[in-house]
């Protein structure tokens, strides 16, 4: 989750690894850490569930635990929870599960992750129209490398094409998109209240998408049915999945986005790891370069992006 930029010309206090910022780095490798265990049992259920119904019970199991949370600290909550900016986050989230489930069906975890990891590139393309931040060629030309790794991923037109890796391309679009929304309502909200009300509004269209998909016969739930593991995995997914973004949205109140944006890149590590030791799935030697050029232009936004909040923050700083 990315809060706004602050606009004080007062400089932060710098505090040591231990203070603060310490917190907030520690609580985004946890995160990050997390996130592809989510993403496992994700795929595991696959193997029995329709990808639909996956993420509409995941929503369900995470609304849960943070509606207990958010009951249990009623003094986190700050802003509305129902309003139109936040159902739209939930559709946007509604979008990112959906095609990361349905990738993670069909192909290996390390795969759709390294696709996925377009996001900072397309968020970069989106800041200036919706964001009004003025963005250089140079990050720009990040953007068209990072594209260009994707695409040695993805291989359109090769023998390894399949229309499948399409689905992690736009999941990354919709995470990009909620990141713009996020922005904007962090300004009056508080973390908890808007993973409270985003996940209401996810539910709530997972589960209408799930009912029309059975109606026309496109899917048939299968939940009812089920073996009994299931039914201890998916409240532990929901849970993972709550857990996973509270700990995103505390370590960017605790610390500033550009230190943290290098650790997300943790979550391709775990990835490769679990894929490997669960399914035994390593991605190729074409993966593995689209990733490396995918990964290295990110590092590049998340530097020039850090370099350009410097730069702001020296030309406002008090002269003395």
């Not at 203070?19 to 592809?36: D, H, N, Q, R």
């Not at 994700?42 to 019970?57: C, R, S």
């Not at 035994?280 to 290295?296: F, K, N, R, Y």
Request: with cysteine; hydrophobic share 55%; glycine share 10%.
């Amino acid at each position: 989750m990315i809060r706004p930029r602050s606009k004080s010309p007062v400089a932060r206090p710098r505090r040591g690894p231990s203070g603060e910022i310490g917190t907030g780095m520690a609580l985004m490798v946890m995160a990050m850490a997390l996130l592809p265990v989510g993403d496992t049992l994700a795929k595991l259920l696959t193997g029995v569930l329709p990808p639909m119904e996956v993420v509409a019970w995941r929503f369900v199991f995470q609304l849960a635990a943070l509606s207990l949370l958010a009951l249990l600290l009623r003094h986190r909550l700050r802003g509305p929870i129902f309003s139109p900016l936040l159902a739209l986050s939930g559709l946007c989230a509604v979008v990112t599960m959906s095609g990361l489930v349905a990738a993670f069906a069909v192909m290996p975890i390390a795969t759709a992750i390294a696709v996925f990891f377009v996001e900072p590139l397309i968020l970069v393309l989106l800041a200036a129209p919706l964001l009004g931040e003025r963005i250089g060629p140079r990050r720009y030309a990040a953007v068209a490398v990072g594209f260009l790794g994707a695409l040695v991923v993805i291989r359109p037109g090769l023998d390894g094409f399949t229309p499948a890796a399409l689905l992690p391309l736009a999941s990354a679009t919709g995470y990009a998109v909620n990141a713009v929304i996020l922005r904007h309502a962090a300004r009056s909200r508080s973390a908890l209240t808007i993973q409270t009300g985003a996940t209401f509004y996810a539910t709530l269209i997972s589960l209408g998408l799930l009912a029309l998909l059975t109606a026309t016969g496109l899917v048939a739930p299968l939940s009812a049915s089920a073996p009994g593991w299931v039914w201890g995995m998916l409240p532990l997914v929901g849970m993972l999945s709550a857990a996973t973004f509270l700990m995103i949205a505390e370590a960017f109140r605790r610390a500033e986005a550009g230190l943290l944006a290098p650790f997300q890149y943790l979550e391709i590590v775990g990835a490769v790891g679990l894929g490997f030791a669960v399914f035994g799935d390593l991605p190729d030697a074409m993966t593995a370069l689209g990733t490396a050029v995918i990964l290295g232009s990110g590092a590049y936004v998340v530097h020039r992006e850090r370099a350009a909040g410097q730069g702001a923050a020296a030309q406002t700083a008090p002269q003395g």
